[in-house]
């Protein structure tokens, strides 16, 4: 498997969901038992005839027009108070790395603002309709984690290994004061899916594959959100309206295939994929997302039977269901701006991000023409205003006036620090001690190295500050600490020394070094892959490992990553080796258990237990405890820890089935996001700038950039040149690399692109000063004629770019899409491609 092939493993779930959605939906498989089968919920929150009859009253008076109105979700970049006023939209939504005025470094009070101007839009009256207070909407999955600044908790992969619910229910009641504190109402959290197989790239938002586990981590999490139902606690000031999401199996599709389908008995449905809504809902969560997933061949999204007969009917649920991000749009027969269908299943308020004005009039046509029964519109409404009320939204003025909202020492304060530290400490699994090198003295010389070290958007992963938890450097975390500045902060005192090397080098030979490694950050179906092998085929990190090891300095691995994977070679080449999951932004937790007290005693213990089976080949995506077969590297439950003194497994196998053999590989440099090292600028004469977050405008005096949608949400980037001159859209800023090997094989640079001007552009790339080549558009004589869509395909041989291999030995810019004139184009997809043959020549003229 090639990297390209990890990452382009998302195009192939978007050709399934695709083909899902031409074909009727499959008959359910045998032993299916219907809504009965299902139990029915008795909920903490209880019905209240004064809210019902308030509800009722306001539903009484609100026009068809209003009423639709509040069934539209949309994004904050695509919406404004004018609109909300104007529709009457029920609710918006912030995506991941959408802020306010598209300012990555947005303060609190910015976010105040915008939420306050949304507010008095939705409760003017001078129209003289019905006002109702908006409700938004937010990703705070591991903390607000949209917010510089916030506490970042361990993902809830990390917070599963510590198997304690009443840490999970403080956590949640921190999340909530943060995201209080910015004047959001409403989180789209917990993630209660129960992940099986291990490639799905959403792994990491789940707590175990367990489903007992999740069941008493989804209870305490959202009584931390919204506060214990019946005290003076509930939905206060100080908590937020919780969503159980995604209804339901997103973790349990075949192959782990984000969006794709879970194929499976009602049996196993109900029994492995739901406890967690059980709990949930027990809990009194107001709200539950709709998965884009589908069971069985049926779209979650247009599923009457789950949505309806079981959730709502059967279970008694009596909040809202809100879609996913254009979620409605993929189920058969519908399109983002039309959807009959999702909301005759059950739906209750569409997540229609952009296009919401399309979706707003063909509902309210549909409505009119009996498409959709008014009955079914005014349950959906009534939903909304029902958790609206609960959740003292009319009466609680605007928002920031609500609760902890402005208040300064609330986002990333020490007591919420403290919290995640504490977390951070018990989800650290110690998989191998031998002998004993942990836990380290603090007078010791320690060497720090590996890419994670000293890198906090690593070390907390996706839905950090942008959606896939790219384009952050330490410096977007003030009051975070990495692990190197942990382990650092930890030996000072005791007089010992960390220093850091980014690339295991040293002057002075350490007593222990610390490598920190493992996944890049990632979110959604861009994090899913073809097998567990970690670093197939390059093993960078190995080669740091193997050198230490071969210098006879003792090694502790630190391993990064949103899922168990195989690591044999790496555990193989460590002294001891630490899963420290994806922790957030406290780092010092990490520290306060490697590094021993002043007498070399532990300050902390290793607690962590693992929440998912560790697999013993790459191929052992699919491994779960209980099913045929079960043969674990590491089995669900194992954990070493320092009272026991264990040391863990000896030599493990490597020459296993599954392993890429060494070799170049085809370079993934663009593909749903930018892949580490490389960042996005545009670029004039005059000034670069950094491209940072789904939805931060970019922008020099010559051109502009956004992230745009082309499959998924944010997986494409759109330049417009604006004044003539000339500009660019580059990626820069990683260390120089040697593609010497991939000119003499005969690669080509290789990407997607939509324009309606491709001659008047050129594509490079750059090798240093005065170093670097572009050609023409217009000479590249076998560019793909446009799709119906219009994205073509654009292949440049890089014999094309630069007549010797010496060029490409030093590359700092591995792409470059340059114009002048006035003009747009969007582009995805960017690889360095090896094809089976190679080009040994330039074809162009």
């Known amino acids: 498997m090639s990297a390209y092939q990890t990452f382009g493993r998302t195009a192939k779930a978007f050709a399934v969901s695709a083909l899902m959605m031409s074909v009727a939906p499959a008959p359910l498989l045998a032993a299916d038992e219907g809504a009965a089968s299902w139990p029915v919920v008795a909920s903490a929150v209880k019905a209240d005839a004064a809210i019902e009859a308030r509800v009722s009253e306001i539903l009484a008076k609100m026009s068809v027009e209003e009423k639709v109105g509040q069934v539209m979700q949309a994004e904050i970049q695509f919406v404004t108070p004018d609109d909300i006023r104007k529709y009457h939209l029920g609710s918006v939504l912030n995506g991941g790395g959408s802020l306010p005025n598209k300012n990555k470094h947005a303060t609190p009070g910015e976010w105040l603002a915008l939420a306050d101007s949304f507010y008095e839009a939705s409760v003017d009256t001078a129209d003289g309709g019905v006002a109702v207070p908006i409700i938004w909407g937010s990703d705070a999955v591991h903390g607000h984690n949209n917010v510089i600044g916030a506490t970042l908790f361990p993902h809830n992969i990390g917070l599963g290994a510590m198997h304690d619910p009443a840490l999970i229910r403080k956590i949640g009641e921190v999340t909530a ?67 159980a999401k995604h209804f339901l199996a997103d973790g349990g599709t075949t192959a782990g295939d ?103 009039e063909h509902t309210l046509a549909q409505v009119k023409a009996g498409d959709i029964p008014m009955k079914r519109l005014d349950d959906a409404v009534a939903r909304m205003l029902r958790v609206k009320l609960r959740a003292g939204l009319f009466d609680g003025g605007k928002p920031s006036t609500r609760g902890v909202a402005g208040r300064d020492d609330v986002i990333g304060s020490p007591e919420h620090r403290a919290v995640a530290r504490q977390a951070v400490r018990q989800s650290l699994v110690l998989l191998k001690n031998a002998g004993g090198v942990l836990p380290i003295k603090p007078s010791a010389r320690i060497l720090v190295t590996g890419d994670g070290a000293d890198n906090i958007g690593k070390q907390s992963g996706g839905w950090t ?112 080796f630490v899963a420290a999951w994806l922790p957030g932004s406290e780092g010092g937790g990490v520290a306060d258990v490697l590094i021993a007290d002043a007498n070399g005693k532990p300050r902390h213990d290793f607690t962590g237990r693992l929440s998912f089976s560790w ?139 939509k324009t309606d001007k491709p001659g008047a552009m050129t594509v490079g790339f750059g090798c240093g000063p005065d170093c670097g080549a572009d050609v023409s558009l217009a000479k590249v004589q076998d560019i793909g004629a446009a799709d119906a869509s219009g994205w073509r395909k654009v292949s440049v041989p890089l014999v094309c770019l630069a007549d010797s291999a010496r060029n490409f030995s030093h590359v700092t810019e591995p792409f470059r899409l340059s114009a002048t004139g006035v003009m747009k184009a969007t582009v995805a997809n960017i690889t360095i491609d090896l094809t089976e043959e190679g080009v040994k020549a330039c074809p162009f003229p």
């Open 258 to 360: 984000d969006q794709g389908n879970a194929e499976m008995p009602e049996k196993d449905l109900r029994d492995i994929h739901a406890p967690g809504y059980f709990s949930a809902l027990e809990a009194g969560a107001q709200s539950v997302m709709a998965s884009f997933s589908s069971w069985n061949g049926t779209k979650m999204h247009g599923n009457p039977y789950l949505l309806t007969d079981v959730l709502k009917d059967r279970m008694g649920f009596d909040g809202f269901i809100v879609g996913d991000w254009n979620g409605h749009g993929q189920v058969p027969g519908c399109t983002n701006v039309s959807c009959a269908a999702s909301i005759n299943a059950g739906l209750d308020l569409f997540m229609v991000p952009e296009d919401w004005k399309g979706l707003y």
């Open 465 to 576: 500050i942008s959606w896939q938890g790219t384009g952050n450097v330490n410096s977007d975390f003030p009051g975070a600490t990495s692990i190197y500045g942990g382990i650092a902060d930890a030996v000072k005192a005791a007089g010992g020394i960390a220093t850091l090397s980014d690339d295991g080098f040293y002057k002075e030979k350490p007593d222990v070094a610390v490598v920190v490694f493992g996944e890049e950050p990632y979110a959604e179906g861009q994090g899913d892959r073809d097998t567990l092998e970690f670093e197939p085929g390059s093993k960078r990190a190995l080669a740091t490992l193997r050198k230490l090891k071969a210098e006879g300095v003792p090694v502790v691995s630190v391993f990064l990553s949103g899922r168990p994977m195989w690591v044999n070679p790496e555990i193989n080449a460590s002294d001891a």
């Open 615 to 753: 697999p013993k080949t790459p191929m052992q995506d699919n491994l779960n405890k209980g099913q045929k077969g079960y043969d674990p590297q590491f089995a669900l439950g194992y954990g070493l820890d320092y009272k026991a003194k264990g040391k863990g497994p000896g030599k493990l196998a490597e020459d296993v089935a599954g392993v890429k053999a060494p070799g170049m590989d085809d370079i993934p440099l663009y593909v749903g996001r930018p892949l580490a090292p490389w960042l996005v600028f545009i670029a004039d004469d005059k000034a670069g700038q950094q491209l940072s977050g789904a939805y931060a405008a970019l922008r020099t005096g010559t051109a502009r950039a956004n992230v745009v949608d082309k499959n998924v949400q944010g997986d494409a980037l759109l330049v417009e040149w604006l004044t003539g001159e000339k500009a660019a859209l580059a990626l820069r800023d990683g260390p120089a690399l040697d593609w010497s090997g991939y000119y003499t094989a005969g690669a080509t640079l290789t990407f997607e692109l």
């Open 177 to 243: 004061r943060e995201v209080r504190a910015t004047g959001i109402d409403w989180t789209f959290a917990p993630t209660v899916a129960v992940a099986r197989n291990d490639r799905w790239g959403r792994t990491y938002e789940s707590y175990s594959e367990d489903p007992a586990l999740v069941k008493a981590y989804a209870r305490e999490m959202v009584l931390g959100l919204q506060g214990e139902p019946g005290t003076p606690d509930f939905l206060n000031g100080n908590h937020v309206i919780a969503t």
